[in-house]
């Protein structure tokens, strides 16, 4: 091949970090480096035009000879010679060398060019940068690499500035193609290793499920799910670090990798995982709640003509049921299951119809664990002994941030049934009256299990939880104090998602917190949640912004569930802080674990701590099974839950089996008679569902 090379002259007053000769070796404008550029290569030029006052001259060439270094030669960089560089406000622009390297499909630059053979000053990655004109400076131009950072340059005029643009978006272009056929070519590779495991025979010294295979085949089928979400968001963030007027052209189109496609995938979501093994040992690998065919399947309807059930208090008593839950266990037979199930998933998989074994299940429903939330009970009813409007905000966030350990039952990665529609769950708390104050002077008290003796001299607090929706999959619950006059109305929707190595659970929807005494109302919904780990032991983190606010007094809050750095950092981490939006002024602060430590400094400079693990549990009350309807959440799953707790998986799966059978039962009766499903407890009202009796229309 031929080479060119072009110089140009050096121009007065010579400056240190100019080049008085500059060869360039350049590829024509979106060619690809793996063709030889032998008559294709942009014509050589001169540039005379000073450069940020360093008076050095830049003059890009074309070369003949291909980027790769095929046959044996050094490798050529695609383009080389000086561009005024913008440092900082002090220093402003400077002449610097730069160098395209092609191949590489780095951006690099140096002091000058008898520097370019040592460690350059500085690197920037092509592979999916946006390089754009700016009007900024004369002869400018801007790349922005998909890491964020940043280069501002300058070139000696506008048609050696275009050169540069038109060298520079061929590569990134190229790169990106290149990231994205690699992606493609893992997936073809993984296809076949997952094709030649599932080859395998059912028996014999190595089979198909051999525990080294599967562990095998379900981490090459996450790291592939992670390597294209890295690469979707490579992607996002090209259009998101380039200028907001800035639209990738023609030459900037930003190539990517649709995800593998699976078979597997479709059988999953069918529920046809025939080739699963079998299942009964005592394993308890868990995720969080989600929208599982399995669970919530076809649906049953309650008795005829019934409606809101009356639930005497005398009926109810305190719950002294085991709420322990098994450790990960390391029967291989149950680890097998994991596996065979993760290797089919696809990342960002909604998980709403993939079939889950039994013994991933905790022992209570969904619907329960709600009512777990309100485990502090003294601390929801002191909100309404806030004397001020900023001391009730506070305190509702002191009691929100709280809420959460007793709920989650610490950090194990758990999976509550899923509930069915119209299956309904009551309880009630008794608050003795001397424990409700406000909190910002009180102490807190450690370790007690408080009861009332007396119920004159307690407040009662109601509960009540329905399963109202099944796709998508709704759960409403409410409580109310009518001493206290106060309610908190809630609806959320769990929609769970494949992760990689985690699966997430967004709560969408929201609750409203009334203060019937002082005509507030506290808008707040909820975070997501996380089980991570979900190969080895599995926990949960929580995660993302939650908001808080009241219209009527102008306050709000946002508290942020931060989750686990990649590496290094805190766990379980949680920050809130209350503001007055009128005024703009922070009121409160709190930072700290929300299953651990938390720590809230007022405006007043006064700061309080509390720890989540030492508050007082106060024990829900409810009734026993036999005075339970048949849809309440304990009456309808206690075999499950029998069997669960006996450790006998076959028994609970055929219990479960059977409950599932007889909901797709009635739910093709209701499709037969085309009669719509109708809530006992909650109605609809705009995008949400409210109590058919609250409290704010009965008082």
Known sequence: M?????????????????????SSRATSAGSSPSCSLSGRGVAGRSAAAGLGGGGSRSSPGSVAASPSGGGGRRREPALEGVLSKYTNLLQGWQNRYFVLDFEAGLLQYFVNEQSKHQKPRGVLSLSGAIVSLSDEAPHMLVVYSANGEMYKLRAADAKERQFWVTQLRACAKYHMETSSKMMNQVEGQQKNLVHAIESLPGSGPLTALDQDLLLLKATSAATLSCLGECLTLLQQSVRQVGPPSHKPGPSETILGWHGPTSHSTDQLKN???????SASANITWAILPNSSEEEHGSQPEPEPNSGPELVLSEEEQSDNEDKEETELGAMEDQRSVILHLISQLKLGMDLTKVVLPTFILEKRSLLEMYADFMAHPDLLLAITAGATPEERVISFVEYYLTAFHEGRKGTLAKKPYNPIIGETFHCSWEVPKDRVKSKRTSPVSCHEHPLADDPGKSYKLRFVAEQVSHHPPVSCFYCECKEKRLCVNTHVWTKSKFMGMSVGVSM????VLRLLDHGEEYVFTLPSAYARSILTVPWVELGGKVNISCAKTGYSATVTFHTKPFYGGKVHRVTAEVKHNPTNTIVCKAHGEWNGTLEFTYSNGETKVIDTTALPVYPKKLRPLEKQGPMESRNLWQEVTHYLRLGDMDAA???????EEK??????KRETLRTPWRPKYFIPEGDGWVYFNPLWKTH
């Open 2 to 22: 031929e080479r060119t090379t072009q110089s140009a002259d050096s121009g007065g007053g010579g400056d240190s970090n100019s080049s008085s000769r500059s």
């Open 271 to 277: 529920g046809t995982l025939g080739s699963l093994p």
């Open 508 to 511: 969408i929807g929201e609750g």
């Open 653 to 659: 799966t055929e219990q479960k089996r059977r409950l």
């Open 663 to 668: 909901q797709r039962v009635e739910e093709r």
